[in-house]
C-alpha cells in the first residue's frame, strides 16, 4: 500500500521521515511552525549508525560532501592543556562532524519540493475511523498517518499522551557557538564540572560547546560568551582563540533535559519519532542519529506491513522503543559524570584515563560503543 502521512515538525528528525516515507512511495507533508527552515548555529557529530541510516535513505553520498571525517576517539585533554588520549596521526573516521545548518540542508534537499509548509503550529489532532486529522490555525489535513517529530517540547505527545511527565532537566546546561578558526583538532578538554569541546565542521569554521553544572533550570546572563570565557578562564590553546572568534550574539545557551521512559511510542495512527518520543542528554552524540534510524525503521515497517498500519507502527515501537530508552538512560549516566564536580572522582577518572595507551583507544572504544554503533537499518525496497 501506498499512503499519505502528515510531519509534524521540519527539523532533522521530520525531514529524514518524509525522505523515508518517500522513499517507500508514499507522499507526505512536513507542517513546520517556523517562517523559515533551518537549524540552530552550531554542530553535531553523526556515528556510524546514523550515516548508515542516511545511507538508507539515499542521502549518503550528500551527507559525506557536507560533513568533516574525524576520528571517534580524538584529543582528550586536561585544562593545562596535558593530553590524557591523542588522536592518532591519519586517523579520519568513523565520525563525520556537521555545521547543524548544513545536515538539514542535505536532508531537505531529499525532500520534494512542495511537501513543506512552514508557519504551520500544529495545535490539533484528532483520530477519525483510519484516519488522522492534524490542525492548525484554521486548517487541518486529513491523513493515513500523523508522524509527530515536533521535539522535546511535543504539542502532539502533550495532546496525545497527556499522562506523559515533562521533560526533565537533570542539571545539566551548554552553551555553544561557532568560531571561524583555522588547525583546530577535534578535542574533549575534561575540567572538573565542565567540559569543553571543539569539533572542525568545515570551510574554516569550527564547533565549540561549553557542558557545566547549573542549580536551577533557566538561569541566563546579560553576555553568554562572557562566562563562558569566565569559565574556562586560564584554559589552553586554542580555547581563548575560538571565544575570541565568536560572534557573541551567536552564542547559544539551553538547558538539557531528557525524556522518561513513554510506555509506547504509538496512539492510534499518530506516532512519536526523534526527541519527541525519546529527547537525551547530548552526551553520546544520539540525539539526532537515533531519529535517523527511527525514520528508516518506520518506513521499513510501513513497507512490510503492506495495508496494515497499525502492525506497522506496533512493529516500530516494538523494534524502536527498547534501544532508545537504553540509550536516553546511558547518555544521563554519560552526561551527569562529564559534569560531576566531585574532586576525587576527577582525580580518579583522568587518571584512569590517562593509564589507557592512546594506540589502544580506538579498539577500546569500538567495543564499548558497539551496542549503539553497530546498528545497521533494515533494508528499504528500492
Ligand atoms: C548541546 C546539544 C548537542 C547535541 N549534539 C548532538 C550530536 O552531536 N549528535 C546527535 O545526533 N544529536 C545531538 N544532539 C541532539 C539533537 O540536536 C536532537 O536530538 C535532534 O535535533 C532532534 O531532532 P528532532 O527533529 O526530533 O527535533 P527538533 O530538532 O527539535 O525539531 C523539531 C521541529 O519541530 C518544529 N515544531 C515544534 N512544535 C511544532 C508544532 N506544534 N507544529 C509544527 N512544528 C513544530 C520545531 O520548530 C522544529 O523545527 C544534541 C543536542 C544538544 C542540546
Known sequence: MTGNAVVVGGGIGGLAAAIGLRRIGWTATVLERSCELGEIGAGMSQSPNALRALAELGVADAARAAGVPFPGIFNLRVPSGGHIARALPGTTGPLLGFHRADLHRVLLDAVPAGWVRTGAQVSAVRQDGDEVVVGWGAEELRADLAVAADGVHSTVRRLLWPEARDPRFWGNTVWRGIAHADGVDAAMTLGRGR???????????????????????????????????????????????????????????????DLDPLSGYVRGRVVLLGDAAHAMHPDMAQ????????????????????????????????????????????????????????????????????????????????????????????????
Open 287 to 382: 540525539g539526532a542519529a537515533q531519529s535517523l534510524e527511527d525514520a528508516v525503521v518506520l518506513a521499513a515497517a510501513l513497507a512490510e506491513s503492506g495495508d496494515d498500519i497499525p502492525a506497522a507502527l506496533a512493529r516500530y515501537d516494538e523494534r524502536r522503543r527498547p534501544r532508545t530508552q537504553t540509550i536516553v538512560r546511558q547518555a544521563r549516566a554519560k552526561g551527569l559524570g562529564s559534569t560531576s564536580g566531585n574532586a576525587v572522582g576527577y582525580h580518579l577518572r583522568t587518571t584512569a584515563l590517562r593509564l589507557v595507551p592512546s594506540s589502544r583507544w580506538p579498539a577500546l572504544a569500538a567495543k564499548a560503543l558497539a551496542p549503539v554503533w553497530d546498528w545497521t537499518p533494515p533494508p528499504l525496497p528500492r
Open 195 to 257: 567540559y569543553f569541546l571543539a569539533m572542525p565542521v568545515g570551510r574554516g569554521r569550527v564547533y565549540w560547546a561549553l557542558g557545566a553544572r547549573a542549580d536551577r533550570p533557566g538561569v541566563r546572563y546579560d553576555d553568554e560568551l562572557a562566562e563562558v570565557r569566565r569559565r574556562v578562564q586560564g584554559w589552553h590553546d586554542p580555547i581563548p582563540r575560538l571565544l575570541e572568534a565568536t560572534a557573541p550574539e551567536a552564542v547559544l545557551h539551553h538547558d538539557i533535559t
